[in-house]
């Protein structure tokens, strides 16, 4: 197993002083994925905001270490220029913020971070549109501000478009399979199993089996009540569709 | 307590003292029955300009001023416009400009006398209005370039403009000078014919030691329209107020403002709106952005008489907050005398929004750019409309030098 790139280390998270994450402890080596399935309300979301570096989310106890390096008193910015990226489950309509304004001041920040130049517009829009069309994504939605009236999936779609532009270390995926259509569905892995890299980790977040078929997960961990209650491999993720979350009730006890 | 002459500010006494002898007495019968305006004085409940007032300086003088210095040009310098310099409220000499611009010289202010201490003033100090009437449409863009440059005076300045049937123009006026104390008093009185149509700004860019007090009058005829555009970042004390009244039928008035506040600033935008005909459509949006120890006002008035039936007005005010020692006051009001009326109004305040932040910082994007964007998104509706490329860069420029802190403090 090589060195791990994503470190959660018995990480325990309140929002408005009520314990949520009750003592996670996770670790992703380089080059895998990993997939979180769990039931509504056991706090996956709350990992990943708490990853990301969302205000509210107190760390109480823990550390989180992406690529050797503790994250957990940087800023959102700082952790997204060290290498981690979220796609949202619920991405935040911006209104007033053109889609390719934010993109070309996203990619640019990040190019900064790593010492390069900023991009040229030609080889910007370029980059957008190589990356727009592999995701299927139409131009008219690249036009618009920044997920203002985007359906659920293509609010989805341009999670993950962001993604490839930003070329992540550490990618953390919230439901990003919810709300997409079956073809899109395959359009959308096929767009994140050609970003597997050994240099890059995925934790994807999600409730459907049908997603690992496509993205196929190196582990499957079960996540109930703030905690990680069982791992295993992508057979864990079959086992759970058949036999549903009761049987790992308590089992972190 | 009654107003006397012992317990006047310094402020008083110095415009009791420039008032004596004015041909146009009334200012200082206000003056010496009322002084100047306090927060009991219902439209200066927020912009109590007796506190606010500490100094008035000497009245500007005409006497030294060369062609050459009403030539050169003022901060905001709009390259392919038609511009008219006025120096401490003083125009050179302008001869006609281009065609569909007539320009004359009126005596005394054009604007209608009223019972208002900075309407008062006007007509008290302006000698000579220009009067600019306006044919068909003119390609080019009219720019009204107010400086108040040099040592700190009390400066007061007015122009007329008059659009006549079916023309159209678009107008900016700036206002900009010298890092002194100064205070200006500047009218525009505008007159729209039938199926006129005008854009006009008004953009402030003058130093934060200044105190600038801005009376527009909007006359507007039948089938006309008038785009209004307000852009204020300088100023110590600002006070800019919109009389309007909608004469005609079918005319139509869309005012919007943005007044972006930052330490020390106190800056007041006054509407009073009268629709008195039926059939006439006015909207208005406008938006504070407050840094800082600052405060951002608005009043908007909107009086619908009883024959106005048919009116439609829109009112919104929208303010951004992003310290804690920022002020938004906003005081809206409809006096509706007519039955059949669509009016209305509404009022939003707040910081920036948390989870936008938080999205665009968890793609990298550093938190006073992520700042920056946010609240460029919230003025961009106004911006928007804007269609003259130059013209809409230079305006977004001066949110822009805003957002950096780069404006003159
Ligand atoms: N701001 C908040 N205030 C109070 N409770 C919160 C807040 N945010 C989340 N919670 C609670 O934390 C728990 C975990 O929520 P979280 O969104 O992490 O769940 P999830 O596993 O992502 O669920 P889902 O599968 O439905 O997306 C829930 O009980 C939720 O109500
Ligand atoms: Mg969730």
Known sequence: ?253 | MKFSANNATSAEKQLLEQLDGMKDSTALKILQRFGLPSRRVEAYHYTDLKALMSHVPPLAKSDDLTDSDLGAAGEFDLKDAIKIPVRNGFFGKVSNLAEGFEISENSGSALTERKDMIVALNRALVNNSLNIKISGAPSEILHIDWQIPGSAAHSAGCVEIELEKGAKAVIIETISGSDEAHLGNFGSRIILGEGAEITHILVDVSSRKTTRLQTIEYEIGQNAKMHNLLINSGAKLSRTQIFTNFNGEGAFGDFNGLNLVDEGQHCDITLDTIHKVPNTISTQKFKAVVRNRAKAIFQGRILVESIAQKTDAKMMIQGLMLSEGAQILSKPELEIFADDVQCGHGSTCGELDEDSLFYLMSRGIRRDKATSMLIRAFAEELLEPIKDEQLNGQLSGILDEWLEGKAKV
Not at chain 1, 122 to 142: C, E, W, Y
Not at chain 1, 191 to 212: C, D, E, F, K, W
């Open chain 1, 1 to 253: 197993m090589s060195a791990p790139m994503l470190e959660i280390k018995d990480l325990r998270v309140s929002v408005e002083d009520k314990e949520i994450l009750k003592g996670v402890n996770l670790i992703v080596p380089a080059g895998e994925v990993h997939a979180i399935m769990g039931r509504n309300g056991s706090g996956k979301s709350t990992l990943s905001y708490a990853i990301a570096g969302r205000a509210g989310y107190e760390i109480t106890g823990g550390d989180v270490v992406l690529d050797g390096q503790s994250i957990i008193d940087m800023e959102p910015d700082e952790r997204a220029a060290a290498g981690l990226f979220l796609a949202f489950q619920y991405p935040i309509e911006i209104p007033g913020v053109a889609t390719m304004t934010f993109l070309k001041s996203a990619m640019n920040a990040q190019r900064k971070s790593r010492g390069e130049e900023e991009l040229t517009i030609p080889d910007f829009m370029k980059a957008v549109r190589g990356a727009a069309d592999k995701l299927s994504i139409n131009k008219d939605m690249l036009k618009r501000a920044l997920n203002v009236g985007f359906s659920g999936g293509e609010k989805k779609r341009a999670e993950v478009l962001q993604m490839a532009l930003l070329e992540p270390k550490m990618c953390v995926m919230d439901e990003t399979d919810s709300g997409l259509d079956i073809d899109a569905l395959k359009v959308v892995s096929e767009g994140v199993n050609q970003m597997r890299a050994p240099g890059r980790s995925m934790l994807v977040i999600t409730h459907y089996q049908r997603l690992l078929d496509h993205i196929v997960p190196d582990r499957v961990h079960v996540f109930s009540d703030g905690q990680i209650v069982e791992s295993g491999d992508k057979d864990l993720a079959l086992m759970l569709e058949s036999k549903g979350y009761a049987a790992f009730d308590g089992a972190a006890a």
